[in-house]
């Protein structure tokens, strides 16, 4: 059964970082792309960037360049988030999800609570 | 700021059928890379239609999805009360960044 399993919830002070982990199994990790997205309370879907299990490479949305960084740990298999310098406006769900070979997401993690208060 | 226009609230009666637009605002979205979500609240969103038109096996035969120019449609036939959700479109672009752009979000509502 392909599955992410995702980290619990994360109450942050602002200024802090937060580090989301998403457990993958059922599937070769490297041969799909992870992508990480978040909804604020009440908001809609925001896409933060990528991360290729298989080379690393990473692409990060304008807007959280500088302030965050996606990694993997092959052995594992796992991917992370960390988002530093945290403000009010971070308190969101972050998800983890699995691209298809045509940009679709079709495996999605339970999602992260993170509040910054 | 979102590039995918959803309308904000469609609703319809059990039975019916209703259509969801998702409209692009700039010329690199790829619209053949166009898939909807489906996401009930408390929970992750889930993958109901991809590449503009096809529906992952497990996906019930009452969704459906199509594309008119630079607006892709999600109409969903028979409408159920599991069906009442908040439903959102993404695309693929051409550009190097973003490379995904996601719609406003459309809150079905069976009445």
């Not at chain 1, 002070?13 to 580090?19: D, E, I």
């Not at chain 1, 990528?50 to 965050?68: C, D, E, H, L, M």
């Not at chain 2, 909807?36 to 497990?58: C, M, T």
Request: glycine letters at 10%; one cysteine or more.
């Amino acid at each position: 059964q392909v599955q992410l399993v995702q980290s619990g919830a994360e109450v942050k002070t602002p200024g802090a970082s937060v580090k989301v982990s998403c457990n993958a199994s059922g599937y070769i990790f490297s041969g799909h792309f992870i992508h990480w997205v978040r909804q604020a309370p009440g908001q809609g879907l925001e896409w933060m960037g990528w991360i290729s299990p298989g080379s690393g490479g990473t692409n990060y949305a304008q807007k959280f360049q500088g302030r965050v960084t996606m990694n993997t740990d092959t052995s594992t298999p796992t991917a992370y988030m960390e988002l530093s310098n945290l403000r009010f406006e971070d308190t969101a769900v972050y998800f983890c999800t699995r691209m298809t070979v045509t940009y679709a997401f079709d495996v999605w993690g339970q999602g992260s609570m993170v509040t910054v208060s | 700021q979102s590039a995918l226009t959803q309308s904000a609230s469609v609703s319809g009666s059990p039975g019916q059928s209703i259509t969801i637009s998702c409209t692009g605002t700039f010329s690199d979205v790829d619209y053949n890379y166009v898939s909807w979500y489906q996401q009930h609240p408390g929970e992750a969103p889930k993958l109901i239609i991809y590449d503009v038109y096809h529906r992952p096996s497990r996906v019930s035969h009452r969704f459906s999805g199509s594309r008119s120019g630079n607006t892709a449609s999600l109409t969903i036939s028979g409408l159920q009360a599991e069906d009442e959700a908040d439903y959102y479109c993404v695309s693929h672009t051409s550009r190097g960044t973003p490379p995904y752009v996601f719609g406003t979000g459309t809150k079905v509502t069976v009445l």
